[in-house]
């Protein structure tokens, strides 16, 4: 089975530094992009960049450039996003998701469930 | 960047009725080279992950019932539900993946009326 397995909820306060985690299986992990999604509460989705395990080529939303950094591990298929200082406005639930082929531009077929991440004083 | 805007916002539609949900893209998402329209749709119900619809503009995913589909090209798509049924309450996104700045439209929230 093709799937995406997040790591856990996570509470921080503003300052520190976190890192979340992205697990692909079921596939050939470094023939398709991988991407993040921000959900904040009750919003909508935002894409926040994209990166291809093989090479880690990665490509940022301008809006969250310099705020957030995406990196792969292809040796245990994990693809990961981190923040070295957090603030309140990072709380939102974050989606991986797979691209649906191997190609530079497509949709995102499988989904991640989401890692909540709350940031609060 | 390219925007995306849906419309309405919000929709309330009666069972077995036929819901539209409109998406329009600040510029073409059509490429000239191959005539594909990079642009999805998504359902997200609440407490779930987002589920790939439509791809390419008008592919039905497989599993997706036929009563949705997708239709138009260029800067102007439309998402449409045939017939309403319960299980179809969620929020719809369409998205454009034109360039590797992706954007997804707002969302339109769909309900029974």
């Known amino acids: 089975e093709v799937q995406l397995v997040q790591s856990g909820a996570e509470v921080k306060k503003p300052g520190e530094s976190l890192k979340i985690s992205c697990k692909g299986s079921g596939y050939r992990f470094t023939s398709y992009w991988i991407g993040w999604v921000r959900q904040m509460p009750g919003k909508g989705l935002e894409w926040m960049g994209i990166?291809?395990?093989?090479?880690?080529?990665?490509r940022y939303s301008p809006s969250f450039q310099g705020q957030v950094t995406i990196s792969a591990d292809r040796s245990i298929t994990t693809v990961y996003l981190q923040w070295s200082s957090l603030k309140a406005s990072d709380t939102a639930m974050y989606y991986c998701?797979?691209?649906?082929?191997?190609?530079?531009?497509?949709?995102?077929?499988?989904w991640g469930h989401g890692t909540m991440v709350t940031v609060s004083s | 960047d390219i925007v995306m805007t849906q419309s309405p916002d919000s929709l309330a539609v009666s069972l077995g009725e036929r819901a539209t949900i409109n998406c329009k893209s600040s510029?073409?998402?059509?490429?000239?080279?191959?005539?594909?329209?990079?642009l999805a749709w998504y359902q997200q119900k609440p407490g779930q992950p987002p589920k790939l619809l439509i791809s390419?503009?008008?592919t039905r995913e497989s599993g997706v019932p036929d009563r949705f589909s997708g239709s138009g090209s260029g800067t102007d798509f439309t998402l449409t539900i045939s017939s309403l049924q319960a299980e179809d309450v969620a929020v719809y996104y369409c998205q454009q993946y034109y360039n590797t700045l992706y954007s997804f439209g707002q969302g339109t929230k769909l309900e029974i009326k």
């Open positions: 510029q073409s998402v059509l490429y000239s080279s191959n005539s594909k329209n990079y």
């Open positions: 990166i291809y395990p093989a090479d880690s080529e990665t």
């Open positions: 998701a797979r691209h649906n082929s191997g190609i530079y531009l497509d949709a995102f077929d499988i």
């Open positions: 390419w503009a008008s």
